[in-house]
């Protein structure tokens, strides 16, 4: 694809963060906070100003995908959204097939205010569903019942939305049987995408100031194990799940180690100028040159998430420990220049990131 009259450096992926929240989940720990009526005119010229920036600096690159993510997206008006998807296609070549999610909770979108964001760009819906269960939706804080959710996943498929929910297990006191309930509810969903996430509890969250009595390492490990037993979607990454075609290509490409930005305060990236990468935090908080050694290392410790594994490009080959991969092939292995885990490497993927980097 050639583009006329543009500075041609690398293509970026754009993480757009939107911090604001009805309120606070039991067991959130990332930077968002509640607040019932942000500016949202402040906000939009805030992320223009950072896209305008951008645009500047890397010129007017290739956008293969587009992430809104928070807090919750689906607080935006929808002219706040208009705005910054109209900066962002005045500052940049955003692809014709590009991959625009905007992630969601139940109860703060209905079908008519998601057929504008539709109309707007959105092709992509993730949907903070959590649980099928009302008395453990309550449990984590969420504001929403499960038929709620249902709707919502319901009138995005209506609209021939690519469709994502996450899940959230190992709950105190839950067993495997559990997750294997959980599991066979989600399929009569009919969804494409699923995530599911182990429940972390996170010091200054309201579930870590209580005495919680949490599954032990051995009971998750099975709840881990029965997901793609009883699940009807494939798992492509740790906690990923989708029909073929179906994966979240942004994140596929952020694993993978392609260049991204980040957009707003709380979000970061890793951006791509002049032969040299850069940690980058949005906002303008962070621009510091990182080597090639540790950007290696992080291409690692996201490829590994992938059921494919990290490509073995030179950069990667250089740092890897082939002694320790070739004496423990139980456990990691490589397939078509890509290294992985087997499925009993996956249960020990931090120990594994560990031993396979010099």
Same mark, same amino acid.
């Given at each position: 694809?050639?583009?006329?009259?543009?500075?041609?450096?690398?293509?970026?992926?754009?993480?757009?963060? @939107? /911090?604001?929240?009805?309120?606070?989940?039991?067991?959130?720990?990332?930077?968002?906070?509640?607040?019932?009526?942000?500016?949202?005119?402040?906000?939009? #010229?805030?992320?223009?100003?950072?896209?305008?920036?951008?645009?500047? $600096?890397?010129?007017?690159?290739?956008? %293969?995908?587009?992430?809104?993510?928070?807090?919750?997206?689906?607080?935006? %008006?929808?002219?706040?959204?208009? $705005?910054?998807?109209?900066?962002?296609?005045?500052?940049?070549?955003?692809?014709?097939?590009?991959?625009? &999610?905007?992630?969601?909770? %139940? =109860?703060?979108?209905?079908?008519?205010?998601?057929?504008?964001?539709?109309?707007?760009?959105?092709?992509?819906?993730?949907?903070?569903?959590?649980?099928? #269960?009302?008395?453990?939706?309550?449990?984590?804080?969420?504001?929403?019942?499960?038929?709620? *959710?249902? +709707?919502?996943?319901?009138?995005?498929?209506?609209?021939?939305?690519?469709?994502?929910?996450?899940?959230?297990?190992?709950? /105190? +006191?839950?067993?495997?049987?559990?997750? @294997? +309930?959980?599991?066979?509810?989600?399929?009569?969903?009919?969804?494409?995408?699923?995530?599911?996430?182990?429940? &972390?509890?996170?010091?200054?969250?309201?579930?870590?100031?209580?005495?919680?009595?949490? /599954?032990? #390492?051995?009971?998750? *490990?099975?709840?881990?194990?029965?997901? /793609?037993?009883?699940?009807?979607?494939?798992?492509?990454?740790?906690?990923?799940?989708? $029909?073929?075609?179906?994966?979240?290509?942004?994140?596929?490409?952020?694993?993978?180690?392609? *260049?991204?930005?980040?957009? =707003?305060?709380?979000?970061?990236?890793?951006?791509?100028?002049?032969?040299?990468?850069?940690?980058?935090?949005?906002?303008?908080?962070?621009?510091?040159?990182?080597?090639? =050694?540790?950007?290696? &290392?992080?291409?690692?410790?996201?490829?590994?998430?992938?059921?494919?594994?990290?490509?073995?490009?030179?950069?990667?080959? +250089?740092?890897?420990?082939?002694?320790?991969?070739?004496?423990?092939?139980?456990?990691? *292995?490589?397939?078509?220049?890509?290294?992985?885990?087997?499925?009993?490497?996956?249960?020990?993927?931090?120990?594994?990131?560990?031993?396979?980097?010099?």
């Amino acid at each position: 694809m050639i583009y006329d009259d543009f500075t041609m450096n690398k293509a970026h992926n754009l993480y757009i963060h @939107v /911090p604001f929240c009805m309120s606070k989940c039991n067991y959130c720990a990332f930077y968002s906070f509640a607040c019932k009526n942000p500016d949202w005119t402040e906000y939009a #010229n805030n992320i223009c100003k950072e896209l305008e920036y951008w645009s500047q $600096k890397l010129g007017k690159i290739q956008i %293969p995908t587009i992430f809104f993510g928070g807090g919750t997206p689906s607080l935006m %008006p929808v002219a706040t959204f208009e $705005k910054i998807m109209n900066c962002v296609n005045q500052n940049f070549v955003v692809d014709k097939d590009c991959e625009i &999610t905007l992630e969601s909770n %139940p =109860g703060t979108i209905d079908k008519d205010k998601l057929s504008d964001f539709v109309l707007n760009g959105v092709n992509r819906l993730s949907v903070g569903v959590q649980s099928l #269960n009302d008395e453990e939706l309550k449990f984590l804080g969420r504001r929403h019942d499960v038929k709620t *959710a249902i +709707n919502l996943l319901e009138s995005a498929k209506n609209m021939n939305l690519r469709v994502s929910a996450d899940f959230i297990y190992g709950l /105190p +006191n839950q067993k495997t049987k559990n997750v @294997v +309930n959980l599991c066979e509810n989600i399929n009569k969903l009919g969804l494409s995408h699923v995530s599911m996430y182990e429940l &972390t509890i996170e010091k200054n969250t309201p579930f870590g100031k209580m005495n919680l009595n949490m /599954p032990d #390492n051995e009971e998750m *490990a099975q709840m881990y194990n029965a997901i /793609p037993q009883y699940l009807s979607l494939p798992r492509y990454e740790v906690s990923n799940y989708a $029909k073929t075609g179906e994966e979240c290509h942004h994140n596929l490409n952020v694993w993978n180690g392609e *260049a991204y930005i980040g957009i =707003g305060k709380g979000a970061a990236g890793r951006v791509y100028l002049d032969n040299t990468w850069f940690e980058q935090r949005g906002n303008f908080e962070c621009f510091e040159k990182i080597s090639d =050694g540790t950007r290696a &290392t992080e291409k690692i410790l996201t490829g590994m998430r992938t059921m494919r594994g990290v490509k073995l490009s030179e950069d990667v080959k +250089n740092i890897l420990n082939f002694d320790w991969i070739n004496s423990h092939k139980d456990l990691v *292995a490589i397939d078509d220049e890509y290294l992985h885990t087997t499925d009993k490497g996956l249960l020990i993927l931090d120990d594994i990131i560990v031993d396979i980097v010099k």
